[in-house]
Nanobody, 124 residues
């Protein structure tokens, strides 16, 4: 089992920035792909960003491309999501997710492990 704990959420005004963190513990491994997803009230969970185990491959949802950067520090078993130029439509609960199979999938159902989520609220 892998446990994921997110932090860094909060409330900001439009145009502001936040940095989310997610630390993994338990049965972590070198092939762990990790990603960020979000879910707004009344909407399905959607992909935000993903990073390969070695950090060389990243992928972003079109809605956040150019405003968000995903990174990881394997020595700390932690990934980060730097979010800039935030918009009210970015308001959601942000979840960290992981799987052991190496591919940088963007579909929530492909991920085996999930954090509890952290709230991000962007006001206009």
């Amino acid at each position: 089992q892998v446990q994921l704990v997110e932090s860094g959420g909060g409330s900001v005004q439009a145009g502001g920035s936040l940095r989310l963190s997610c630390t993994a513990s338990g049965r972590t491994g070198d092939s762990d792909t990790m990603g960020w997803f979000r879910q707004a009230p009344g909407k399905e969970r959607e992909f935000v960003a993903v990073i390969s185990w070695n950090g060389r491959t990243t992928n972003y949802a079109d809605a956040v491309k150019g405003r968000v950067t995903i990174s990881r520090d394997n020595a700390k078993n932690t990934i980060y999501l730097q979010m800039n130029s935030l918009k009210p439509e970015d308001t959601a609960v942000y979840y960290c997710a992981a799987h052991h199979r190496g591919a940088t999938w963007t579909t929530p159902s492909e991920y085996d492990y999930w954090g509890q989520g952290t709230q991000v609220t962007v006001s206009s």
